[in-house]
Structures are given as structure tokens and as C-alpha cells.
């Protein structure tokens, strides 16, 4: 096992890609750096906390980012988010395979307020124009400080997220609704309640990741290599279709699951009969039981 | 502004807009045709029923009334804040309303928005910001978040950080900065009825906003870092 949690943007990109394969765009030595910290004082970074570029995945070419979730988080600033743009618009004037992002962030970079909120804007929607053009957007999720804010949403505008369990995917994070609405509405110390919330699994169970890996690079690897055929053509662009079948996937949800409190009580609700136990499960005991017990929950409401 | 207040001063030729918990919704008349209506008021916090509804009006324009431009009026105080729409994932609620209308200007639908009181954080760049030009009274304020919040989470003290939002560019809430960083096309003053026919007829579907921000001066790194990756060997 090769852990990706533990692994800085660079490593994940080198185990991600084909050996030796990875070409970086505005590398460091370029010093191309955030124009708005140095008013706080704080540290710049000389890719401004993300690495794109181009390589090879199993012998496809795709084009690549990783946010570092050791600099601030790996949050959007202006110069950060002008690069994922960049690289999204490459992406299809170049028609390469796909764009994988290696997301790991807290959103906005609020160091840059505004200038980080347009940013993040204008990620989102360079990932819908990508999958206009026909390239696939594939995200993987499993840093150690998630996927949040604005870039919560960005993830769920892409074709595919893979996610380990140790990865959590969510919009506030628990200290922002914690300052916002108190300790009682939800406590951010309380890391099981955290995870039980945002992370990998939840996310898996609810449909909100479409893959879910052990926290090992090439497991990582291997599911976005699968990720690219798993977007058929026809399905890469936005499609009235497929919006109809997501509203009519989250009515269900809020119906099903509006009233609930806790993620545990939802889990037994779609099929799994011991909710204690999910926790302990490695990646693929897990996927075998979701499938096993979402098949019989099926099975029996066609019973009854 | 109030809902009411603003729709007649845009329609002047008539509108059917009414409110339901916060969110709005209706046609109206825009120099002799008609537009769809959707938005928010009372600041709404965007859970994810509301962000169902606007997603299902969107959804229903798209299928019934193809082309028909759209109008989203914003007011919100951003994505509300609780456990239990974390834990249903708001995230892709909010996400599933952004591709609606994106899926909308898609298939040729001319997207207009205009601030007219509060927008903020993901509540804005799900709504307002994805429309093909994004408009702002001039009263009007847009911020990424509370500032209690964002000091606890930057480290900065909150003395320092008021201090900055009085007037920092980067920090004040006002919708001047964000027209400069290209991120507001303009600011709608005197006749709105007027400059909403001329926005309809001037939009255009692609994201301009990074060139206008260094048009504009208020944003001189975005344009040329995009260029510079496309550029890249």
C-alpha cells in the first residue's frame, strides 16, 4: 500500500500518471504567484498550490491538475483558479481522452475574497464548457482536507468521483456551520460524526461518488483509468435527460431521507442492515456489500 | 430592494412573478415578448428545497418553453447552513441548479441575472454567476462569507479583517469591486426596464469574465495565466 492521504500533490501526480510521463505547465521556476497574499502577509507559493499539466494514463493522454492541501488548504485564489481554467480550455482545444483533477481543498481561498469566489466560478463552468466539447472530467477525491465549498460543487459538475474513504466531499465545512449556528448544530471535534457526514462512504451510499478505493495510489489509479470509459460519448455533455433523472434522484432523496438526523439512520434505509459496521470495512468488502444489500432492498420492495 | 418594488420597475409592461417561501417565480413582458422569472428574496439561505425548486422551474422552461429567456433575480445569504443538508449533500444540489442553467444557455436560452440585494458565496455562483452576464444594483453587496467565520478560518484577526472590508478591493462587499474583477457586467442605474431589454440583447454565452477583469484593472493575473496554459509547452 502506497497511501494517497499521506502523498503531497506532486507524488499523487507521479503515481497517478504513467511512469515518468507527466509534463508540468507553469512550473514553479516560473514564479507565477498570488498577487494578494503578500497585503496579509502571508507565505506565497510558487505554483500558488496547484500542479497542472499533461501525460499519460495507461498510454491515453490526458491532461492533469493536483491541488497541494498543504498550502492553504489547496483554496482557489485568482492565479490558482486561472490555471484549473487554463487547463480545462486546453483540454478541448486539444480533444485529449480526459481531464482528471486531484482535488483537495477548502473552496474559496479567503485570503483572496472576491477574486476567489469568480475564480471558483469560472473553474465550474470551464468544467461544464470541457464536457460540452466532449472530454470527460473525472475527479479524485482522498487529501486529507477534502473537497469544500464552492469546489464541493465543482466535483459534482464533473462526469466521474472517485473517492477512498478517507476522502470527504461536502459544501460548509463542520467549523463554518459550527461558528455559523453553533456547537448543537453540528460539532467539529466530533470527527466520527464528520466523516460519517462527508466522507467516502456516505458519499458512496448516498450516489454522490460513483467509485470508492482503498487509500492506496493504485487503486487511485486504476479507477480513473476505468473512470474514462466509464462516461460513454453520448454522455459527457450535459443532457436534459440525464439533468431530469438528477432532479428526480435528489426529489427521491429529500423525500426518502428529509427527516433524518443521522447518516447511520440512512444507511439502514437503503439497505444496509448493520450501519455499525461500515466503518471497519475495507474498500472492496464494502462495494460487495452495498451492491448485496441495495440488490435485496430492491428485491423485497418488489415484494411487497 | 423589495421583490415587488423591483419586478415593477423592470415590467412595466406586466409580470405574474409571485413568491413562495422565498422563492420566485413567473413570466413577465420584456419589450413584446416573454421572459421566464425565477430568484430568490428576504435573503433566502439556499437549502436544498429551494435549490430543487429553481432547478425544477429551470428544467421545466428547458423541456416546455424552448429559448425563452431567463431571468434570475438574486437575493440570498448563501447556502444555508445546517448538518442535515450537508449530510444529504447540498453540494450536489447546488451543483444539479448550476447545470440546469447551464443546460439552458446550452440550448440557447439568453441567461440573465441581477443582483438586487445580497449574494453570497455558493449561493451566487450557482445562481447569478452562471448566467451569461451577471447585473447589480448599485446598493447591492457580494461577499464570500460572514466575516466571523473567515477569520477563524484564515488565522486573520477580525479587527484586520473589517478594517479590509471597508475598502480593500479584494474584501469589501461592494458590487463595484466585483465589476472591476469582471465579475458584475455592469450596474443597473435609472430606467432598469431599459438596460434589462438592452442586456437580453446583448448576451452572449461565453464566460468573458477573466478578459474583463484585466480590461477593467481589477484582475491582471487571471487572463494572462489562462493564456500562458494554453500556451505551455
Known amino acids: ?304 | 430592494m423589495e421583490w415587488q418594488q423591483l419586478a415593477a420597475a423592470l415590467f412595466p409592461a406586466g409580470h405574474t412573478v409571485t413568491e413562495t417561501d422565498h422563492f420566485l417565480s413567473g413570466s413577465a413582458q420584456v419589450d413584446g415578448h416573454t421572459i421566464a422569472v425565477i430568484g430568490t428574496t428576504n435573503h433566502a439561505p439556499i437549502g436544498i428545497e429551494i435549490a430543487l425548486a429553481q432547478a425544477q422551474t429551470i428544467l421545466t422552461i428547458v423541456r416546455e418553453q424552448p429559448q425563452r429567456p431567463i431571468l434570475i433575480l438574486v437575493d440570498t445569504q448563501g447556502q444555508r447552513l445546517r448538518h442535515r443538508d450537508e449530510m444529504l449533500g447540498i453540494n450536489s444540489y447546488m451543483a444539479h441548479l448550476g447545470k440546469c442553467i447551464e443546460l439552458a444557455r446550452c440550448r440557447g436560452h439568453k441567461v440573465i441575472a441581477l443582483v438586487y440585494d445580497q449574494a453570497l458565496s455558493g449561493g451566487f455562483i450557482t445562481s447569478g454567476m452562471m448566467a451569461d452576464a451577471c447585473y447589480a444594483l448599485p446598493e447591492s453587496t457580494i461577499r464570500v462569507m460572514g466575516l466571523p467565520a473567515m477569520a477563524r478560518i484564515t488565522k486573520v484577526p477580525l479587527e484586520r479583517l473589517t478594517e479590509l472590508a471597508k475598502d480593500n478591493p479584494v474584501f469589501a462587499p461592494g458590487p463595484d469591486n466585483y465589476l472591476r474583477m469582471g465579475g458584475i457586467e455592469a450596474i443597473w442605474e435609472g430606467d432598469l426596464a431599459q438596460q434589462l431589454v438592452e442586456a437580453l440583447a446583448n448576451a452572449n454565452g461565453s464566460d468573458r469574465r477573466a478578459a474583463l477583469g484585466l480590461a477593467r484593472g481589477g484582475r491582471l493575473l487571471a487572463q494572462p495565466v489562462i493564456e500562458a496554459v494554453l500556451r505551455a509547452a
Not at chain 1, 464541493?152 to 449556528?181: D, K, Q
Not at chain 1, 470527527?191 to 462512504?201: D, E, F, I, N, Q
Not at chain 1, 487503486?219 to 460513454?232: D, H, K, T
Not at chain 1, 434522484?249 to 439502514?268: K, S
Open chain 1, 1 to 304: 500500500m502506497n497511501s494517497y492521504l499521506e502523498a503531497n500533490a506532486r507524488e499523487r501526480l507521479r503515481h497517478l500518471l504513467d511512469r515518468q510521463s507527466f509534463n508540468e505547465f507553469l512550473p514553479p521556476s516560473q514564479r507565477i504567484v498570488s498577487p494578494h497574499l503578500a497585503q496579509l502577509d502571508a507565505p506565497v507559493a510558487f505554483d500558488d498550490g496547484v500542479i497542472i499539466g499533461q501525460g499519460f494514463l495507461h498510454g491515453q493522454r490526458v491532461l492533469a491538475a493536483a491541488q497541494e492541501g498543504g498550502f492553504m488548504g489547496g483554496a482557489v485564489g485568482e492565479v490558482h483558479g486561472a490555471k484549473l481554467v487554463g487547463l480545462l480550455q486546453r483540454a478541448v482545444t486539444e480533444q485529449v481522452v480526459a481531464v482528471i483533477l486531484l482535488l483537495e481543498t477548502g473552496g474559496v481561498r479567503l485570503h483572496e475574497a472576491n477574486a476567489g469566489l469568480i475564480a471558483v466560478s469560472e473553474v465550474m463552468r470551464a468544467v461544464l464548457q470541457t464536457r460540452a466539447a466532449g472530454v470527460p472530467v473525472i475527479v479524485l477525491i482522498g487529501g486529507s482536507n477534502g473537497c469544500f465549498g464552492g469546489m464541493g460543487i465543482v466535483a459534482r459538475c464533473a462526469n466521474f468521483i472517485v473517492m477512498s474513504e478517507e476522502g470527504r466531499l461536502a459544501m460548509s465545512g463542520p467549523e463554518v456551520i459550527e461558528t455559523a449556528s453553533g456547537v448543537e448544530e453540528f460539532d467539529a471535534r466530533d470527527r466520527a460524526l464528520v466523516w460519517r457526514t462527508t466522507g467516502g462512504k456516505h458519499r458512496y451510499l448516498l450516489g454522490d461518488c460513483q467509485a470508492i478505493v482503498a487509500d492506496d495510489m493504485d487503486a487511485f489509479r486504476q479507477a480513473a483509468s476505468a473512470a474514462i470509459p466509464a462516461c460513454p460519448a453520448a454522455g459527457v455533455p450535459l443532457t436534459l435527460a440525464e439533468l431530469e433523472a438528477e432532479q428526480a434522484m435528489l426529489a427521491a432523496r429529500l423525500q426518502d431521507f428529509g427527516t433524518q438526523t443521522e447518516p447511520m439512520d440512512i444507511w439502514r434505509r437503503i439497505g444496509i442492515e448493520d450501519p455499525h459496521l461500515v466503518p471497519m470495512l475495507e474498500a472492496t468488502e464494502f462495494t460487495r456489500l452495498v451492491s448485496n444489500s441495495v440488490a435485496r432492498a430492491a428485491a423485497q420492495q418488489g415484494v411487497s
